[in-house]
């Protein structure tokens, strides 16, 4: 009796060009955040999105558990650092949010007239508003102003810790260390984490 032939499992379309190297890099350092699984079960970069776009490179023929440094091309240095913990990316992304928020562009000016009883006609959103003193407070929150304006360059207009080292003189490691710090004390003023006792 001759043996039913089953049915092929359908097969999983080749990868296109160059995305398998690109979703293992990012498993490797830990950028997972750009990833989906597909139909089939594999990790794939997120169609459509602007870290999918980002091309990432290794240096020592592509192999960073070998000491391969990674090089992101056009990225947000809180996701460009592969060194941030998801804690102070979130806690760097709230407060680009916050600044953001605070300058929009569409505000309309405010009125000099002002109602007899205290109340205002026309002006900036409350939202707009409370986006401002909430950047305040954790600016605040920051402490030192070598941290702030670490963290304000990076988080809010996008400067690299590259181009930071340039203008302050001092070493990449540096810069790094300070957004990191700044970083941490964001998270402690957003209630992400607790405060480390000394």
Known sequence: MPKKAKPAKPQAPKLPKGEAEQVRIRREVGHDFALRDDEFGRKRLTVGTLEARRVYEVSNDGHTATGGIVRVRNVDPLLGITSLSRQQREAGQRYREDFQC????????MRWTERVDGGRQGGIADSVLDAGRAHAAATRALGHWEVAVVVQKVCCTGGSIKSLAEQTGEGRDV?????????????????????RVG
Request: proline fraction near 3%; charged fraction near 20%.
């Open 175 to 195: 810069v790094t260390k300070l957004l990191k710090v700044g970083l941490d004390l964001l998270a402690v003023h957003y209630g992400m984490m607790t405060r």
């Open 102 to 109: 605070s300058q929009q562009a569409d505000v309309k000016p």
